[in-house]
C-alpha cells in the first residue's frame, strides 16, 4: 500500500467551504516534474482568505490550500533540481489552483521552485514566507527608484503584519529611517525592535483626505491599500515612491493623480505570484544578506497544522503578530 501523509483539504459543497484534515497518497497530488517532502509551511494573509472562503482565492475543489512551502526534494525529473536540494515556493498559484503547502507533500513543477540560499533555513524560509519576500520585493522597487537612506523617512503600513514586519527589519538594516503605522499601539516596543524609529496610528491614514499634503517621506512600502494608500501618496515627498503591495484595508484606491503631476512620485505596484524567476532570486539572494536573523526569530511564533484554520480567521482579524510558520510534520 501507498505510504499515506497530512494534509489539510478544502472542499465546497452547496453547503458551503469545509476544511478537513486528511491522510492522502503521492496519488492524490497534482501533476508536477519535482516532489517535495514539505518541512514548513506558513499563514500569509491570502491563505487567511483561502481557508475562510472570504475572498475566491481557491479555484479548484478540493484542494490543499498553502500558497507558499518550504522542504527538501524527493524526487525529480527537472534538469534544475536533485534530491536533497532545500527549496522554496512562493505563488504560481499553488493553494489556488495546485494543491498547496499545507501537506507534509507537495509535487510541483520545478520552474516555480526557487533554491534556497546556504544560509537561510527551511524553517527561516517560512518565517519569510510569501509576506517576507513580497516585502523585499518592495524594498527592491524603493530601491530601483532611487529612495536611498538620505532622501529621507520610509514609511511601512500594516506594519505589525508580516509584510510591514519584514519590511520594517529590512528598511532598518539597510540605514532607512523608518515610520511605522500600525493599529496596534500595544506593539510599539516590538516594532522599536525591529527598528522603527517612529509609530503613528494608523488612524492617521485610513480616512479620506486630501489630494496633496504634508511631505512626510520619501518613499513607503504599504500593505492597506484604499484611502491609506491614498493618503500615502499624498504626503510622499517630491520625487518620492511608494510600494503598493496589499489590501488589508480594502481593494478600493480613492486617490488623485495630484502626487503624480505636482510631485512627480511613482507608485510601484508588486506582484509576488507571479514574479520572474529572475527576481524571485535576486529577492531571495537579498534576503539572505539583508534580513537580520535574529529579527525575523523576534517575529515569528510557531504552529501545527491544526492550528491553520483559526490562524486563517485570526490574521483575517489583524490579530496575528509578524509571521506564523507552520510545521507540517
Ligand atoms: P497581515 O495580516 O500579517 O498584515 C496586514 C496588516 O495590515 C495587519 O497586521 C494590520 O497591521 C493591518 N491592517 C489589517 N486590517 C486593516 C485595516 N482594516 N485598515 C488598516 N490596516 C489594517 O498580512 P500579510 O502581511 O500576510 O499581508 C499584507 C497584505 O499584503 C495583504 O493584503 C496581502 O494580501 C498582501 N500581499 C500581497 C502580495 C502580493 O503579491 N502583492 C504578497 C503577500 C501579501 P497593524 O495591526 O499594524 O495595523
Not at 524527493?74 to 505563488?91: C, I, M, Q, R, Y
Not at 507534509?104 to 537561510?120: E, S, T
Not at 529612495?147 to 509584510?163: I, M, R, S
Request: proline content about 4%; aromatic content about 6%.
Amino acid at each position: 500500500m501507498s505510504e499515506t501523509f497530512h494534509a489539510i483539504r478544502v472542499s465546497k459543497s452547496d453547503a458551503g467551504q469545509k476544511t478537513d484534515f486528511v491522510d492522502i497518497t503521492l496519488a492524490d497530488l497534482m501533476e508536477g516534474d519535482v516532489t517535495v517532502a514539505v518541512d514548513y509551511s506558513t499563514v500569509n494573509y491570502k491563505d487567511g482568505l483561502a481557508l475562510t472562503g472570504s475572498a475566491p482565492i481557491i479555484r479548484s475543489f478540493p484542494l490543499i490550500p498553502g500558497i507558499d512551502f518550504a522542504g527538501t526534494v524527493e524526487t525529480s525529473s527537472h534538469a534544475g533540481f536533485k534530491p536533497g536540494d532545500k527549496v522554496v515556493l512562493n505563488g504560481y498559484g499553488v493553494g489556488e489552483g495546485h494543491h498547496g503547502g499545507y501537506a507534509q507533500k507537495a509535487r510541483v513543477k520545478g520552474d516555480w521552485l526557487v533554491k534556497l540560499p546556504a544560509n537561510i533555513s527551511t524553517a527561516h524560509a517560512m518565517a519569510i514566507g510569501t509576506a517576507g519576500y513580497t516585502a523585499m520585493l518592495c524594498v527592491l522597487a524603493l530601491e530601483h527608484e532611487g529612495v536611498t537612506p538620505d532622501k529621507g523617512d520610509v514609511l511601512v503600513t500594516g506594519a505589525a503584519g508580516g509584510v510591514g514586519s519584514v519590511a520594517i527589519a529590512l528598511l532598518a538594516k539597510l540605514g532607512y529611517r523608518v515610520i511605522a503605522s500600525t493599529g496596534r499601539a500595544s506593539e510599539a516596543a516590538y516594532l522599536k525592535g525591529l527598528g522603527a524609529a517612529d509609530i503613528i496610528d494608523r488612524n492617521e491614514l485610513s480616512a479620506p483626505g486630501r489630494p496633496l499634503g504634508k511631505e512626510r517621506w520619501a518613499g513607503a512600502v504599504d500593505a492597506v491599500g484604499s484611502h491609506t494608500l491614498a493618503n500615502v501618496l499624498s504626503m510622499t515627498r517630491y520625487g518620492g515612491a511608494v510600494a503598493a503591495c496589499g489590501l488589508a484595508q480594502g481593494l478600493d484606491l480613492p486617490a488623485s493623480v495630484a502626487p503624480f503631476i505636482l510631485r512627480g512620485i511613482t507608485l510601484c505596484g508588486i506582484d509576488s505570484v507571479m514574479a520572474p524567476m529572475k527576481k524571485r532570486e535576486a529577492a531571495w539572494a537579498r534576503l539572505a544578506k539583508d534580513l537580520d536573523l535574529g529579527k525575523l526569530d523576534a517575529m515569528t511564533s510557531r504552529a501545527t497544522l491544526k492550528d491553520v484554520p483559526q490562524l486563517g480567521t485570526d490574521i483575517l482579524a489583524g490579530k496575528v503578530r509578524g509571521r506564523v510558520v507552520v510545521d507540517v510534520n
